[in-house]
């Protein structure tokens, strides 16, 4: 009826689950969704999977936090927000005037708005004083980052998925792209049924992409740099390198040449476990290629030598010219929504929004124009670097927003003991998290529908969200939450609507300079850099790389093999990612009934051959143990894993079961990326279950 219509609203939003960036409209009956309905979004169009369509109960569930909590004791008590703003600003400033201000840190949110993980670090530097202030890009694609940056220049995604649809030739490395970025995959899977794209899968898991792919490859864990390294060397031994290419637009070859010398095809097959011949074949396809772009996600860059990976896939689109044309590029895949943005808004110990170094003189002399005060020049704490730090006794304080970081860092037990040591930990998200319990002020957030502000996907799209219901009673968006911080601790924010926010973003960062909300009206959207007349960059490198010369530079090899490789009584490799119907830990996804009852726990995949081996069916449950701690699960016997390997999703449903208590401190050389994929355990059957 009319009158029932007044009531029922749509409203445009983007996905708050990975990065591929679907954006749809939402209807709305007060806090009731009615439907998911796709409209014209640029990455899915029409498409959205099982998570965006139906995974948005959460919202609603009845386990949101909706008070502030405050530690008494063993236990919390509910107060109002002025007395936890309060003794929040009290307590920093208390610990910043007896320990200086790098006592205090901060962990930004990539399920935040871009506006809200500016304001973060904008707190830990402006109002606090401290570079202390990271994200969990750390977690995941920071080596991917790394390897770019050093290479090409950019740590993004060179073009849009329209362009990965283009190529001739897509390889995907350590990428689960059907289950972690479904409407993406479905992309890849229509150009090859329309026979304009071959797919070749490098993983441990035969996963669904791999069963579709054109060739599935799986070399032995943790050994993609090497197969990388020789297909390079191959190239460049026989020629079949883009010469006008390299010559017009690359420097460092010789040297590079010199790196991979003893990356022969046989020293490959050795190490890696792939035949000589394949590899061959491989890289004679991939230098007649018209354009190959290389997806990776976590099985590169969550390994010790992930950075080193990254630059080597890097390194063979410089080799064979498959750069800045469409159907060309690196495409590290981001997992959460607004990954991409929390590294692009600063939320990193060394530089501040728009990837400008802390140390450049221009840089802080703009934001001491802004902020007024001049920027550190020293790097601070990264993730990893934190609970280190609160071990020692340097690091007293913590502010996470939105990460449930006791369970999706590594080495669960070590972590736990760092967040102990911890003078005052401020934890603020939907739910009482697991990492709330460690907690000394649980501040409850706003979700995604519930406030306004941009995403940046993994295309470097930006695109604006709009408010689909208000904060549900007692919730507060996180930008203003940090304003009222700030506002105690004296420093003044006048923001009144995160257009505002996004207005001095685009004033301090020539990536983000043509940015306004007038331009990302609606299903308006920009893919970074954006000039300040709003020219945006959605593919990259076409006629300069970004460095001062323009060119593109080829990193040196450098191979750093796997610190804890199967061996004793850990005699198994453990491998660990995600799932389609869950995101990450679960904490959204189990508060959604559908796929929470669809996939109600995780499990160990064991392959058929090591199930007959050790006496395993399904259903049985097991105890894996590592040097790290010891985990319950049920076994699911299957194909999709070989040999002595194993796989463990991410969303265990008792936190106490998380892959994470398994997973050790070792990790990417140059980002400190934990190198979760590097794991070995024993397994033992639970008969008394
Ligand atoms: Fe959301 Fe990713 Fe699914 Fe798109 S593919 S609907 S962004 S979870």
């Known amino acids: 009826s009319a009158a029932r ?75 109002t927000w002025d007395e936890a703003l309060d003794l929040i600003a009290w307590r920093f400033g208390e610990i910043r005037a007896q320990h200086g201000p790098d006592a205090l840190a901060f962990v930004a949110s990539s399920k935040s708005t871009n506006e809200e993980v500016f304001l973060v670090q904008k707190f830990a530097r402006q109002v606090i004083g401290t570079n202390n202030v990271d994200n969990c890009s750390r977690y995941c694609q920071s080596p991917a980052t790394k390897g770019l940056s050093q290479t090409v220049g950019i740590g993004g995604d060179s073009g849009t998925i329209r362009d990965i649809e283009h190529a001739s030739l897509v390889i995907t490395i350590g990428s689960n792209t059907a289950e972690s970025h479904p409407v993406l995959a479905t992309r890849i899977k229509r150009a090859q049924k329309q026979g304009r794209t071959r797919v070749i899968v490098f993983d441990l898991r035969e996963h669904e992409l791999a069963r579709r792919a054109d060739q ?11 197969w990388i390294s020789a297909v390079n060397k191959f190239i460049l031994d026989h020629g079949l390198e883009d010469r006008p290419f390299l010559d017009a637009r690359v420097t460092g070859l010789d040297e590079y040449r010199e790196s991979v010398a003893a990356y022969t095809l046989e020293y490959a097959e050795q190490e890696t476990g792939i035949p000589a011949a394949t590899l061959e074949a491989l890289a004679r396809q991939i230098a007649a290629e018209e354009g190959v772009c290389v997806l990776w996600a976590m099985g590169v860059t969550q390994q010790c030598g992930g ?106 037990n070590h972590l736990a003991r760092g967040f102990e040591a911890l003078e005052f930990l401020v934890v603020q998200d939907l739910y009482f ?16 529908l519930e406030k306004e502000g941009t995403f940046t996907s993994t295309e470097r799209r930006m695109q604006r969200l709009y408010q689909v219901m208000p904060p549900l009673k007692g919730t507060r968006p996180d930008w203003q939450i940090y304003m009222a911080v700030a506002q105690r601790l004296g420093v ?25 909300y007038e331009r990302l009206e609606g299903y308006g959207s920009l893919c970074w850099p954006v000039a300040e007349d709003g020219t ?33 009584e850990f005699d198994l490799h453990l491998n660990s990612g995600r799932m389609l119907e869950h995101f990450h830990e679960g904490n959204m996804t189990f508060r959604v009934h559908g796929l929470a009852e669809k996939v109600p726990d995780a499990f160990v995949e064991v392959s058929p051959e090591l199930a007959a081996e ?5 259903g049985q449950w097991v105890r894996l143990v590592s040097p790290h701690g010891a985990i319950r699960l049920q076994a699911l016997v299957t194909a999709r894993v070989s040999g002595n390997e194993l796989y463990v999703p991410l969303n265990a449903r008792k936190a106490e079961n998380a892959v994470n208590f398994l997973t050790g401190s070792q990790g990417d050389a140059q980002t400190h990326t934990p190198a979760y994929k590097d794991t070995s355990v024993r397994m033992e059957l639970l008969h008394d279950v």
């Open 5 to 79: 219509d007044r009531y029922i609203k749509k409203t445009k939003t983007v996905c708050t689950y990975c990065g591929v960036g679907c954006s749809f409209d939402v209807w709305t009956d007060e806090r009731h969704i009615l439907k998911v309905e796709p409209g014209e979004g640029h990455a899915n169009g029409i498409s959205t999977c099982v998570k965006g369509k139906f995974g948005w109960d959460y919202v609603n569930s009845g386990e949101r936090l909706t008070t502030p909590l405050i530690r008494d004791g063993e236990r919390f008590r509910e107060a």
């Open 216 to 226: 599935f490859i799986r070399p032995k864990p943790g050994t993609d740099f090497v």
């Open 307 to 412: 950075s080193d990976t990254s630059a080597a896939i890097s390194n063979m689109l410089l080799l064979t010219g498959n750069y800045g044309r469409t159907g060309t590029g690196a495409y590290p895949l981001r997992g959460h929504n607004n990954v991409q943005g929390a590294g692009d808004m600063g939320a990193m110990p060394d530089q501040v929004s728009g990837y400008q170094k802390v140390t450049n003189p221009v840089v802080v002399d703009r934001h001491e124009r802004e902020w007024g005060i001049r920027l550190r020049p020293d790097k601070g704490l990264d993730n990893t670097e934190m609970l280190d730090a609160a071990l020692e006794g340097t690091l007293k304080s913590l502010w996470i927003t939105g990460e449930e970081m006791s369970l999706t860092d590594s080495n669960a």
């Open 433 to 448: 998290t697991n990492t709330a319990r460690y907690a000394d002020v649980v501040l409850p957030a706003a979700a995604s």
């Open 492 to 516: 003044t924010w006048t923001y009144t609507h995160p257009g505002e926010i996004m207005a001095e973003i685009a004033r301090l960062s020539p990536f983000f300079a043509g940015v306004t």
């Open 536 to 568: 945006d960059t959605p593919l990259l490198y076409t006629e300069r790389f970004h460095f001062p010369d323009g060119k593109a530079k080829l990193h040196p090899a450098e191979y750093r093999p796997r610190q804890q490789p199967p061996g004793g």
């Open 614 to 618: 050790r006496n395993i069916q399904s």
